[in-house]
């Protein structure tokens, strides 16, 4: 799966040049304007890589996860938009052994943030993208659902062990927009966000990890 992250993004890139090259742009109206849509990439982990081998718990947490998440950035002044975010990627699956049942499931993460997007070369008019510097703030909910699992008649009984945890945090990041068409724009971001929970989750405190992803939104 990471693979096919990383080759989408060498496409994007490579798209790049040539949609700027094919298109005539309305550049100016950019930097007025707000922009909202959907980023889609990986997530790497920066935290915690495996549950201790004494523990109950047992998992298939992988270092990295498909992350996606919807945007929707507020134009305040040309060198200054405010975004709102919200993200959900998979830590992995989970199984925990009791003295007579198997509980399986999965840890699931949720990014929901408020950031500054600083324009630096905003006085630049002739350039066909708008890199942003993005510090942020906001909070990590993430949710543990584990179900009661007989691995010998294989059924599922229904019965879940959840639990949830919650953080706040903040987040650093950057990236670069390109306005493709008067109300269509492409986007890439790169952020790190650092996650410590209170208490673990599948005996995990430490979520912290970076985000890549590339995007497509509507200019309006």
Do not use: C
């Given at each position: 799966m990471i693979y096919r992250i990383i080759f989408i993004l060498a496409c994007w890139l490579i798209?790049?040049?040539?949609?700027?090259?094919?298109l005539e742009l309305e550049k100016e109206t950019f930097s007025s304007k707000n922009f909202a849509g959907v980023r889609i990439?990986?997530?790497?982990?920066?935290?915690?890589?495996?549950?201790?081998?004494?523990?109950?718990f047992s998992?298939?947490?992988?270092?990295?996860?498909?992350?996606?998440?919807f945007f929707y950035s507020h134009r305040i002044a040309t060198p200054l938009a405010v975004e709102i975010s919200l993200g959900i990627?998979?830590?992995?699956?989970?199984?925990?052994?009791?003295?007579?049942?198997v509980f399986v499931g999965a840890v699931n993460i949720y990014p929901i943030f408020v950031?500054?997007?600083?324009?630096?070369?905003?006085?630049f008019k002739n350039l066909p993208f708008y890199l942003y510097a993005q510090?942020?703030?906001?909070?990590?909910?993430?949710?543990?659902?584990?179900?009661?699992?007989?691995?010998y008649y294989y059924y599922y009984y229904g019965y879940t062990?959840?639990?949830?945890?919650?953080?706040?945090?903040?987040?650093?990041?950057?990236?670069?927009?390109?306005p493709v068409a008067t109300q269509i724009g492409l986007t890439m971001n790169f952020r790190y966000i650092p996650v410590k929970f209170g208490n673990p989750l599948a005996e995990?405190?430490?979520?912290?990890?970076?985000?890549?992803?590339?995007?497509?939104?509507?200019?309006?």
């Open positions: 798209i790049l040049p040539a949609v700027s090259l094919g990439g990986a997530w790497t982990n920066a935290g915690d890589e495996a549950i201790p081998e004494e523990s109950e998992s298939e947490f992988s270092n990295s996860s498909v992350f996606a998440e990627y998979s830590r992995g699956d989970v199984e925990y052994y009791s003295t007579s049942d950031s500054a997007k600083l324009y630096p070369l905003y006085s510090p942020g703030f906001g909070l990590v909910y993430a949710s543990q659902s584990i179900i009661d699992y007989d691995d062990a959840a639990d949830s945890e919650t953080k706040f945090t903040y987040s650093l990041g950057a990236g670069v927009e390109m995990i405190e430490d979520y912290s990890g970076w985000t890549l992803t590339v995007g497509a939104g509507y200019i309006f």
